[in-house]
């Protein structure tokens, strides 16, 4: 399987078209058997031989379950299995709850606190209710937890929690990892995430259109420098610089160097002074925007970090009457306030959840929807950050990104990312790809920047960054 197959997020719908494409071929038994296997197997790796509890679910979830703990019991493992209710009679998981000849247990919490490991085997990704009470309250009292496909109360496509949900240890899914196991808060009550291959045919994968990957190298290419290469044609990154906060502008310019610029320009006009104290590498330019323009070599351009509202006001219009790239931040989305259409002509925006609320309306539980739209909307690419950054296109394609780290809660960091994704737009990347490698690398250059920094250190840390998505995702050419 190729490393793109394998960075595929289907959503729950999705995952029901390929288990009924697969069964055309294998038998839903079959598969069910396989994942039953594949849970056993990641518990028995994970924890020692301890007392379990299997609670088991109606539906085809509670099939996996039913064979998980058959398979747990072959091995010598005291295994014990409740029932939330029973299976429809002749389906599969029926098959596989008949299977069992262990201990039957009430569905209860005094059963769950007693278990030394209980296995969460209720309700799979494409949970549609809230959980009831009475689960809830069984799984509650679990002291330990690995969840088969999601814990459940997890929603497969949003990761939102339905009512309750327990915090996993380990997740064990299937096929393919779901955007519930990576969008928040579901990633964090999932724990550890094992996918296990069950045997699915390929041909069945094949039969969903793809539109969610998890971001990782391979996803995309970063351009790699030429042996005859020369700043030009490394790209050049022009930002728009203010009169009152030149320090965003700053962040911005010294991230798209770090990060692979062949030049970057920052266009002050009138605050020129404010920015000429900073690194010999970063030209400053004084002349008026209409002359700037006048260069076609500078097609990239960053306008909001440091801007007031009436600075954006006065240049991001004329940016984008004129054709170029634009990658707009910050005070673009005063300037955009309830009024989305004023960014359309953007290349990529990228706001945090406060700035996408203030244009597009709270994004609610279903960040990846809502990017989708927003990016439909306006036209350009909406990396919608947060520690489960969404980055979707205006054509219905989304990643979701999980490289990254706490680290990057710092202020200034989201200027960074704005250098990095405008070095790489500069580099030739289009929009999409650019906006994903950007915040794969600078989750990297936050990884390896270490405890507690502050966003002035993450460039340093950039080019190593760069270097390693080259290395895992190969380069464009």
Not at 4 to 21: C, K, N, S, T, Y
Not at 220 to 232: N, Q
Not at 237 to 248: D, H, Y
Not at 332 to 344: K, N, Q, S, V
């Amino acid at each position: 399987m190729s490393l793109i197959a394998d960075l595929i997020l289907p959503d729950p719908e999705q995952m029901g078209r390929i288990d009924r494409e697969g069964s055309r071929t294998v038998p839903v038994y079959d598969l069910m058997e396989n994942a039953g296997r594949a849970v056993a197997r990641a518990v028995r790796r994970h924890v020692a031989p301890c007392r379990v509890l299997v609670l088991c679910g109606p539906g085809n979830n509670g099939g996996d379950g039913y064979v998980a703990a058959r398979r747990l019991a072959q091995a010598g493992w005291p295994v014990a299995v409740a029932a939330l209710a029973p299976p429809r009679p002749g389906g599969d998981a029926d098959r596989a709850a008949a299977q069992w000849t262990g201990p039957r247990v009430p569905f209860a919490a005094a059963e769950a606190a007693r278990a030394e490991l209980v296995i969460d085997a209720v309700f799979g990704a494409g949970l549609s209710r809230d959980v009831d009470p009475e689960a809830a309250a069984v799984l509650a009292a679990a002291r330990r937890v690995v969840a088969v496909d999601v814990p459940s109360g997890i929603d497969g496509a949003t990761g939102a929690v339905r009512g309750y949900a327990p915090r996993a240890e380990m997740t064990v899914t299937f096929v393919r990892a779901k955007p519930g196991h990576l969008l928040l808060p579901g990633r964090a009550m999932a724990g550890r995430l094992e996918v296990a291959d069950i045997g699915m045919p390929a041909a069945a994968l094949a039969a969903v259109s793809v539109r969610t990957w998890r971001n990782a190298p391979g996803l995309w290419r970063v351009p790699d420098a030429e042996m005859d290469s020369h700043k030009y044609a490394r790209g050049v990154v022009s930002i728009c610089g203010g009169g009152t906060m030149p320090g965003a502008a700053r962040l911005a310019a010294a991230a798209a160097r770090a990060a692979g610029a062949g030049l970057v320009r920052l266009a002050a006009g009138e605050a020129a002074a404010l920015y000429r104290m900073g690194e010999p590498g970063l030209v400053v330019d004084d002349g008026t925007l209409d002359a700037l323009l006048q260069d076609g070599r500078r097609r990239v351009w960053i306008c909001g970090p440091g801007l007031t509202e009436p600075e954006v006001g006065e240049v991001l219009p004329r940016l984008l009457r004129a054709g170029r790239t634009v990658l707009a931040d910050a005070g673009a989305f005063l300037l955009a306030a309830g009024r989305p259409e004023r960014l359309r002509g953007a290349a990529v925006i990228t706001p945090h959840a406060g700035e996408f609320a203030r244009v597009f309306g709270a994004p609610g539980d279903d960040r990846l929807a809502a990017a989708r739209a927003a990016a439909a909307r306006c036209g350009a690419v909406v990396v919608l950050k947060g520690p489960d950054t969404v980055i979707a296109a205006p054509d219905g394609r989304a990643a979701i990104n999980a490289h990254a780290t706490a680290a990057l809660a710092t202020a200034g960091s989201g200027d960074t990312l704005t250098g990095v994704i405008a070095a790489l737009l500069a580099a030739g990347m289009a929009p999409w790809e650019a906006a994903c490698a950007g915040v794969w690398i600078h989750g990297e250059a936050g990884m390896r920047a270490g405890d507690w920094p502050v966003a002035e250190q993450f460039d340093r840390h950039l080019g190593a960054a760069r270097a390693r998505a080259c290395m895992l995702g190969g380069t464009a050419g």
